[in-house]
Antibody
Framework: QVHLQQSGPGLVKPSQTLSLTCAIS??????????WNWIRQSPSRGLEWLGR?????????DYAVSVKSRITINPDTSKNQFSLQLNSVTPEDTAVYYC?????????????WGQGTMVTVSS | DIVMTQSPDSLAVSLGERATINCKSS????????????LAWYQQKPGQPPKLLIC???TRESGVPDRFSGSGSGTDFTLTISSLQAEDVALYYC?????????FGGGTKVEIK
């Protein structure tokens, strides 16, 4: 059974970096049949896909244009997890952040989700 | 980006009655080479992440009750709950996974009348 466990701070100051981690159990971050995604949800923006990392003989990533200049999603094979870094945050980045697995069985529909982390950007 | 538009924003249905949610995409999510619609439906209850209910527009995920069904093709899709149960009170979202950026509808809130 696949499980995603999120960790990271719930409060970040404006202009600083938001950092979250998603630990994977029951699957591998290096799986060639999964992608590892970050999605956020806020009242103003709804559900917004931010980006993903995945392994297909080598590592790939791709990001939403809205955050492309500020975001990094990195795999950590030693800990079987992946992370989100979002730089230069503003109050508009306040949201619930989710990690989620995309499976090639479903051509990357999100079948497993983390529990969510409420992140508030405030001084 | 593909824009997903859901309607209505909310609906109230009596227990045992049918609930119907619509989703329209700004461009087709039907992949011609395999004739599959890259459209998913999710259910979200308060304080929980979304749960995948239906993929490929009409395929129920394992364990999803058969009162949930999806239909449609191309740009117009429907999620139907054939006989609403109390535990179905939730927000429902459609999502296209045809191309990145993956995009979601704005959500439909289903309540008991």
């Amino acid at each position: 059974q696949v499980h995603l466990q999120q960790s990271g701070p719930g409060l970040v100051k404006p202009s600083q970096t938001l950092s979250l981690t998603c630990a994977i159990s029951g699957d591998s971050v290096s799986s060639d049949s999964a992608t590892w995604n970050w999605i956020r949800q806020s009242p103003s923006r709804g559900l917004e896909w931010l980006g993903r990392t995945y392994y297909r003989s080598k590592w790939y990533d791709d990001y939403a244009v809205s955050v492309k200049s500020r975001i990094t999603i990195n795999p950590d094979t030693s800990k079987n997890q992946f992370s989100l870094q979002l730089n230069s945050v503003t109050p508009e980045d306040t949201a619930v952040y989710y990690c989620a697995r995309g499976t090639s069985r479903l051509n990357d529909a999100f079948d497993i989700w983390g529990q969510g982390t409420m992140v508030t950007v405030s001084s | 980006d593909i824009v997903m538009t859901q309607s209505p924003d909310s609906l109230a249905v009596s227990l045992g009655e049918r609930a119907t949610i619509n989703c329209k995409s700004s461009q087709s999510v039907l992949y011609s080479s395999n004739n599959k619609n890259y459209l998913a439906w999710y259910q979200q209850k308060p304080g929980q992440p979304p749960k995948l209910l239906i993929c490929w527009a009409s395929t129920r995920e394992s364990g999803v009750p058969d009162r949930f069904s999806g239909s449609g093709s191309g740009t117009d899709f429907t999620l139907t709950i054939s006989s609403l149960q109390a535990e179905d009170v939730a927000l429902y979202y459609c999502q296209q996974y045809y191309t990145t950026p993956f995009t979601f509808g704005g959500g439909t809130k289903v309540e008991i009348k």
